[in-house]
């Protein structure tokens, strides 16, 4: 199987080459610091064309047949598993992935596709009763037009194809711009993918410019209908903001602050494992990771004495050696900042029980205690291998403390009672809760999505299709109808 190539190009109406930014990005492997590529940054010139194009082919598109969009889809989907090989290793080469992480992203990409590949047959419209005698009402589910996509670094192929993939099979044109640490795994392997299964040129363009050159100017376009951002919550604001003014549609999957709530009848051994993967896979670079455990205090002590033990196991270093489990933070700026909070929450009153070596990027497993939900740790995202473990006393302060935090993205709960467990998740202000599990979950099938600053709107399933379509009401008048003057 040959490798792509170009994927280091900006891509333009159905073409690989340079962009005409002023500025040239060096692309660095996280782990070794060693150069992989160079980018020519886009300019606001290249992504002006790139919507144009996909603009100039969305009406066709939209007008192809339901079966040979979704054909596409499913020729994506084969190729991905042709490739996986080649998909696998760009994602640990260029953002650190762990062998076990960029296999379950590329599993998480199959499976969004296979669902968007459903998208084209659902397209259709319906007939509600009119109050009107003689009147005949008819509702089409029609395509946005064109949208620009955002993506991040942390699961950069999966957060771009969730929004891509649906996006295109309900008969969109997509312009996307990844963030550039993973341009090519989050960008430019996509649009391989898609140009190799026969999507039309100039549908789907990939541009990779430097926002200190372009600023606003992806978001601010006039031709995209729709922005798509996955991204930390000021960022999100931002653009939010900026679709408000201009009266576009958004959706914004943003930060989270995501506790683990363990209850006194909770299983000891399910909940540290629990917490061991949904605190420390991918590094804790997952904005559903567990930010904080919240522990009944009777529990407290053994709970945190067997997962200093289980965090102490896991394997770190490399990604490129599979034993590894954790691999690199994505560059120095996010190793300092995390070590600055760690020292701030110390400062507050936080308890140093496991401290993480750093080596390079890589930042071992760190475990902090605190007897209130005030300090930098838990109050903040950490986005990196660093928990806060709170004791409790009642299931009512366990809930205050969960609830203390600007966000409102994924939770969990570990309880003797399943019922018991659902009736607090109801409690949490969160969108997503999972009781005897932890709080990484994401499915194909399922409204994805947050409450509060953790974002607008819901992805996967029926929720992408609605995300990324309008309806069109068109009425018929069969008999003369009788109007008041």
Not at 37 to 54: F, G, L, R, V
Not at 226 to 252: E, Q, R
Not at 273 to 281: E, L, Q, R, Y
Request: proline residues 5%; glycine residues 10%; negative net charge.
């Amino acid at each position: 199987m040959e490798n792509y190539t170009n994927l280091n190009k900006q891509y333009i109406s159905g073409i690989w080459r340079e962009g005409n930014g002023k500025s040239l990005y060096q692309n660095i492997n996280p782990y070794n610091q060693e150069i992989i590529t160079d980018i020519q940054m886009a300019s606001q010139q290249d992504i002006d064309e790139a919507y144009e194009a996909s603009k100039k082919v969305q009406k066709d598109w939209e007008k192809v047949n339901a079966f040979e969009k979704s054909e596409i889809m499913e020729k994506a989907v084969e190729i991905i598993k042709k490739r996986r090989e080649e998909v696998v290793e760009l994602l640990m080469l260029e953002g650190g992935s762990s062998f076990i992480k960029a296999n379950v992203e590329v599993d998480f990409c199959i499976s969004i596709i296979r669902e968007a590949a459903s998208f084209p047959m659902r397209m259709g419209g319906e007939m509600v009763p009119s109050l009107v005698p003689g009147k005949e009402n008819r509702l089409f589910r029609k395509p946005l037009g064109v949208l620009g996509v955002i993506s991040p670094f942390n699961f950069p192929m999966y957060l771009s194809m969730r929004s891509v993939a649906p996006a295109l099979a309900a008969g969109n044109g997509v312009v996307l711009k990844p963030d550039e640490q993973t341009a090519m795994a989050g960008g430019t392997i996509i649009a391989k993918i898609f140009e190799e299964a026969g999507l039309p040129q100039g549908l789907l363009n990939v541009v990779i410019p430097s926002i200190e050159e372009v600023g606003d100017g992806f978001v601010d376009h006039p031709i995209p209908q729709m922005i798509s951002f996955t991204g930390s919550t000021p960022v999100g604001k931002h653009i939010g903001a900026l679709c408000g003014k201009n009266v576009k549609k958004v959706a914004l999957e943003l930060g989270g602050n995501n506790p683990l709530i363990v209850l006194e009848d909770a299983d000891l051994e399910k909940a540290v494992n629990s917490a061991i993967f949904g605190k420390f896979m991918h590094n804790g670079q997952i904005c559903m990771a567990i930010n904080r455990i919240i522990v009944h205090e009777k529990i407290h002590d053994e709970f945190l004495e067997k997962f200093i033990k289980a965090a102490k196991e896991i394997p770190v270093g490399d990604p490129f050696n599979k034993k590894n489990m954790i691999g690199p933070l994505i560059n120095r700026e996010a190793v300092e900042r995390i070590l600055k909070e760690i020292e701030k929450a110390k400062q507050q009153g936080a308890k140093m029980v496991l401290e993480g070596k750093v080596e390079g990027n890589v930042m071992h497993p760190t475990i902090l205690t605190s007897d209130t939900n005030e300090v930098s740790t838990s109050k903040n995202e950490m986005f990196g291998p660093v928990v806060t473990v709170i004791p409790f006393k009642t299931e009512e302060e366990a809930i205050e403390i969960a609830n203390d935090t600007q966000y409102g993205l994924s939770g969990a709960i570990h309880a003797g009672s399943i019922e018991k467990g659902v009736q607090l998740g109801l409690q949490l202000e969160t969108g997503m809760v999972h009781v005897n599990d932890q709080s990484v979950n994401d499915e194909p099938l399922i409204a994805f999505g947050g409450e509060k600053q953790s974002g607008v709107g819901r992805f996967g399933g029926r929720w992408s299709l609605d995300e990324f379509t309008t309806y069109q009401w068109i009425s018929t008048q069969d008999v003369a109808r009788e109007y008041p003057f």
